[in-house]
């Protein structure tokens, strides 16, 4: 099975939006997966520039889907969505 990749954007951006709060993530999600997912924080994913008005950051990347506003809910939403995909 494919492990789901899970991006924490930690740019200035989202970092200042509140992806600091995501960091918990880094821990969280391989204490409840183990290494069916891989996590990590990463630079500037360059979403943050193409609409900064409206700006919808913190940006994370679950696989190649993009979650705006991301929280820590929403993030292990998507992760389980993701599994329970890769399963059938
Ligand atoms: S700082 Fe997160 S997308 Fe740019």
């Known amino acids: 099975m494919d492990k789901v990749s899970v991006k924490v954007c ?7 939006m509140g992806s600091a709060n995501l960091q918990e993530l880094i821990d969280l999600v391989p204490r409840k997966y183990g290494d069916k997912v891989d996590v990590s924080g990463v630079p500037c994913l360059g979403l943050c520039a193409t609409d900064w008005e409206f700006s919808k950051a913190p940006y994370v990347k679950v696989d190649n889907d993009v979650i705006k506003e991301a929280t820590v809910e ?7 969505a993701k599994l329970t995909k890769k399963v059938k």
């Open 10 to 16: 930690l740019g200035t951006t989202c970092f200042v």
């Open 74 to 80: 929403k993030v292990m939403a998507a992760v389980e």
